[in-house]
């Protein structure tokens, strides 16, 4: 499916403002088809934008993303097309609240890659029992927990069968006792080999399944390592001073 | 209770048409409306003008002045020959969809933006995302103000009287030329209003029960 040598996603001299502040600057980014790439960075850093603008939910004011060898195209079918192609996982899940779980994970399938409706149910359901809420199915979402929303909103991603998935914090809005049961389906799609970007605080999952560790600070990429280099011998004093307050925690 | 068994008939054919022009104008005004609310938040400027200018005209415009213009002024241009009763619904339309599309769209804004994002990074165009994600919570959450506006669609429908459309509003006149009781003839209309609005109430109770559980 994908040439050797072609990373999933490239980012080349991406720039980004808003008004007058600078939120991305200069970012390079590679990230090779079946890796995962954890996204570090205090607040207001630039993650969910550099994030967001891999599917151009932001657009960039100048360099150049490629998903998959292509260049983002502009708004219109084609950027829609390569949108399916991209999941998304968002902090807040945004399952469509008038669907069920089950409409919510069939209605892409169906309107966006005309999958027949047994098709896409069968294969729906299939998802929703791999991250353990098939049970729920008939149910809507506010009906669900939040882990269970979050592993809904997984599986909706899955269902378009896309090639590579995008995590802006998907568990910051979670209980505690709920973000396991999340980072547990992300880790099992991180050893099947989907490539994964992920924006989080969780330093066991960076541990666990990451194969690289970005660190932003103030719109730039600061570091860019191993988990294991990256935790126990960070070089900027920025990566220093925000690993020295996530840890006290 | 004889000025209205008397004129049963009378009664009977007015409402009749009552009825017509309600159903014909409200299909017609949600329909339009609704088009009209997803030009107003669609990222064409163009089309964003052209929704707004709309809607600016004809709710700031009297409806007994729209239908004037359809009785009197429409058959004038010289263009499609329409009868009295499709030109009565034609501004009838006309005038109530700016009312639904502003309606619309406030539901439209209470939608949270998560939800059309999700759409988008699906892969879902405008378009879809629009009618699939965003209007169905919209029409949701403005079920009450809906009715609302159609419930003063159907009123508005007596208006029509000045056309030539025999209607409910257009009972006293005949009443009062056969010289009857047309205080009471007149009560026995509003006791019409006040039963056909019942349904659109219950409609309107209906839709509330079943949407409340996907909220
Ligand atoms: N739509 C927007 N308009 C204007 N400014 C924005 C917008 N979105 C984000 N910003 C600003 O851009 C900066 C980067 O925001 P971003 O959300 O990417 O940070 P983040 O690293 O994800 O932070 P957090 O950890 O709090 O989620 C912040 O200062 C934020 O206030
Ligand atoms: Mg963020």
Redesign the pocket.
Same mark, same amino acid.
């Given at each position: 499916m994908t040439t050797a040598g072609t990373p999933m996603i490239r980012m080349a001299a991406v720039d980004k403002h808003? =008004?007058d502040?600078h @939120? $991305?600057r200069d970012i390079n980014l590679d990230v090779e088809s079946g890796q995962v790439v954890v @996204?570090l960075?205090?607040? =207001?850093? =630039?993650?969910?934008? $550099?994030?967001?603008t891999i599917n151009r939910l %932001?657009p960039i004011d100048s360099g150049t993303i490629q998903v998959d060898g292509t260049d983002l195209p502009a708004e219109g079918k084609a950027l829609a097309g390569l949108r399916a192609d991209v999941g998304m996982v968002f902090?807040s899940f945004n399952l469509f609240a008038h669907k069920t779980i089950l409409e919510n994970v069939t209605l892409g399938p169906i309107k966006v890659r005309k999958d027949s409706k047994a098709d896409a149910e069968k294969n729906g359901l299939a998802l929703l029992e791999r991250v353990g809420i098939a049970n729920q199915k008939d149910k809507y979402p506010a009906q669900l927990s939040g882990g269970q929303q979050q592993r809904a909103a997984i599986a909706r991603a899955l269902a378009m069968k896309p090639k590579v998935m995008l995590f802006? %914090?998907p568990t910051?809005a979670l209980d505690p006792e709920m973000v396991n049961e999340v980072l547990d389906v992300m880790t099992t799609l991180a050893k099947e080999g989907m490539t994964m970007l992920v @924006?989080t605080?969780e330093m066991g999952f960076a541990r666990r399944a990451a194969h690289r560790v970005v660190f932003?600070s103030d719109?730039e990429i600061v570091e860019d390592a191993k988990p294991e280099e990256f935790f126990s011998n960070p070089t900027s004093d920025r990566a220093k001073d925000f690993l020295g307050k996530i840890l006290s925690h | 209770m004889d000025v209205l068994v008397d004129n049963l008939d009378l009664y009977l054919s007015a409402f009749g048409q009552t009825i017509l022009l309600f159903l014909v104008a409200a299909v017609g005004s949600l329909v339009l409306g609704t088009v009209l609310a997803a030009l107003r938040v669609s990222p064409v400027p163009i089309l964003r003008s052209f929704g707004s200018a709309y809607v600016t005209v004809f709710r700031n415009t009297p409806l007994t002045l729209v239908l004037f213009f359809f009785a009197f002024a429409y058959p004038r241009l010289e263009l499609v020959d329409l009868s009295f009763f499709a030109r009565a619904s034609v501004g009838l339309i006309l005038y109530t969809a700016a009312f639904v599309c502003e309606v619309v769209r406030s539901g439209i804004n209470t939608v949270p933006v998560g939800q059309a994002e999700a759409s988008r990074a699906l892969g879902f165009g405008f378009g879809q995302t629009l009618t699939q994600v965003v209007l169905p919570q919209a029409v949701r959450s403005v079920v009450p103000p809906l009715t609302s506006v159609q419930i003063a669609l159907l009123k508005n429908t007596t208006i029509a009287s000045g056309f030539s459309v025999f209607q409910a509003g257009g009972i006293y006149a005949v009443l009062s030329e056969q010289g009857d009781n047309v205080f009471i003839g007149l009560l026995w209309v509003s006791l019409g209003f006040l039963i056909l609005v019942a349904p659109l109430t219950l409609l309107q109770r209906r839709l509330e029960n079943r949407w409340s559980v996907a909220r």
């Amino acid at each position: 499916m994908t040439t050797a040598g072609t990373p999933m996603i490239r980012m080349a001299a991406v720039d980004k403002h808003f =008004g007058d502040l600078h @939120v $991305l600057r200069d970012i390079n980014l590679d990230v090779e088809s079946g890796q995962v790439v954890v @996204v570090l960075g205090p607040s =207001g850093s =630039g993650k969910s934008t $550099l994030c967001r603008t891999i599917n151009r939910l %932001e657009p960039i004011d100048s360099g150049t993303i490629q998903v998959d060898g292509t260049d983002l195209p502009a708004e219109g079918k084609a950027l829609a097309g390569l949108r399916a192609d991209v999941g998304m996982v968002f902090q807040s899940f945004n399952l469509f609240a008038h669907k069920t779980i089950l409409e919510n994970v069939t209605l892409g399938p169906i309107k966006v890659r005309k999958d027949s409706k047994a098709d896409a149910e069968k294969n729906g359901l299939a998802l929703l029992e791999r991250v353990g809420i098939a049970n729920q199915k008939d149910k809507y979402p506010a009906q669900l927990s939040g882990g269970q929303q979050q592993r809904a909103a997984i599986a909706r991603a899955l269902a378009m069968k896309p090639k590579v998935m995008l995590f802006d %914090e998907p568990t910051s809005a979670l209980d505690p006792e709920m973000v396991n049961e999340v980072l547990d389906v992300m880790t099992t799609l991180a050893k099947e080999g989907m490539t994964m970007l992920v @924006v989080t605080h969780e330093m066991g999952f960076a541990r666990r399944a990451a194969h690289r560790v970005v660190f932003m600070s103030d719109g730039e990429i600061v570091e860019d390592a191993k988990p294991e280099e990256f935790f126990s011998n960070p070089t900027s004093d920025r990566a220093k001073d925000f690993l020295g307050k996530i840890l006290s925690h | 209770m004889d000025v209205l068994v008397d004129n049963l008939d009378l009664y009977l054919s007015a409402f009749g048409q009552t009825i017509l022009l309600f159903l014909v104008a409200a299909v017609g005004s949600l329909v339009l409306g609704t088009v009209l609310a997803a030009l107003r938040v669609s990222p064409v400027p163009i089309l964003r003008s052209f929704g707004s200018a709309y809607v600016t005209v004809f709710r700031n415009t009297p409806l007994t002045l729209v239908l004037f213009f359809f009785a009197f002024a429409y058959p004038r241009l010289e263009l499609v020959d329409l009868s009295f009763f499709a030109r009565a619904s034609v501004g009838l339309i006309l005038y109530t969809a700016a009312f639904v599309c502003e309606v619309v769209r406030s539901g439209i804004n209470t939608v949270p933006v998560g939800q059309a994002e999700a759409s988008r990074a699906l892969g879902f165009g405008f378009g879809q995302t629009l009618t699939q994600v965003v209007l169905p919570q919209a029409v949701r959450s403005v079920v009450p103000p809906l009715t609302s506006v159609q419930i003063a669609l159907l009123k508005n429908t007596t208006i029509a009287s000045g056309f030539s459309v025999f209607q409910a509003g257009g009972i006293y006149a005949v009443l009062s030329e056969q010289g009857d009781n047309v205080f009471i003839g007149l009560l026995w209309v509003s006791l019409g209003f006040l039963i056909l609005v019942a349904p659109l109430t219950l409609l309107q109770r209906r839709l509330e029960n079943r949407w409340s559980v996907a909220r």
